[in-house]
T-cell receptor
């Protein structure tokens, strides 16, 4: 089966840095996604990693280690609006990156003033 | 450019009934995937369609079915509804399955009573 694990909840203070970890065991691997989902809203794309290493995009960075089945999302200079659920998802199928994604249950991040 | 449109947004049905949900992808997008989101299980993959063909199907009973039309619009149908089918049903579209960014609709909140 497919197994994607991430912490259920995290809290942090405005202006701080937080790292959300994700470990995975899947039948195949064709990339790892991070999505942000605010309560009552649709998930929105944050990042995609297919090769090992760090991808930086503004205040958000995502890291992947394929050999360890591990990724993390790093959020810097936290703002209140970053309070949301962060979803880790793995694409197992070559040639079909977005066709079928396996999601973790999400990490609910609360940012305090 | 309009986003992914899902209709209806909210739906209440009774056990044993059937329901049809609709998803209109972003113009020009030919790939549509469906997911079920519940508090207990998170986001779970239901179907993937591309150019009117079902490419992948998740681990759901046969009561769940779907299709895609020539204009890329997609529908999913759930027959003989059960209480456990209560969930947020999300549709995601992308230009093609190999693309790395999917856009999610707001979802249809189905409540089975």
């Amino acid at each position: 089966g497919q197994n994607i694990d991430q912490p259920t909840e995290m809290t942090a203070t405005e202006g701080a840095i937080v790292q959300i970890n994700c470990t995975y065991q899947t039948s195949g691997f064709n990339g790892l996604f991070w999505y942000q989902q605010h309560a009552g809203e649709a998930p929105t794309f944050l990042s995609y990693n297919v090769l090992d290493g760090l991808e930086e995009k503004g205040r958000f960075s995502s890291f992947l280690s394929r050999s360890k089945g591990y990724s993390y999302l790093l959020l810097k200079e936290l703002q209140m609006k970053d309070s949301a659920s962060y979803l880790c998802a793995v694409s197992p199928d070559r040639g079909s990156t977005l066709g079928r994604l396996y999601f973790g249950r999400g990490t609910q991040l609360t940012v305090w003033p | 450019k309009a986003g992914v449109t899902q209709t209806p947004r909210y739906l209440i049905k009774t056990r044993g009934q059937q329901v049809t949900l609709s998803c209109s992808p972003i113009s020009g997008h030919r790939s549509v995937s469906w997911y079920q989101q519940t508090p207990g299980q998170g986001l779970q993959f239901l179907f993937e369609y591309f150019s009117e063909t079902q490419r992948n199907k998740g681990n759901f009973p046969g009561r769940f079915s779907g299709r895609q039309f020539s204009n890329s619009r997609s529908e999913m149908n759930v027959s003989t509804l059960e209480l456990g089918d209560s969930a947020l049903y999300l549709c995601a579209s992308s230009p093609d399955p190999a693309n790395t960014e999917a856009f999610f609709g707001q979802g249809t909140r189905l409540t089975v009573v």
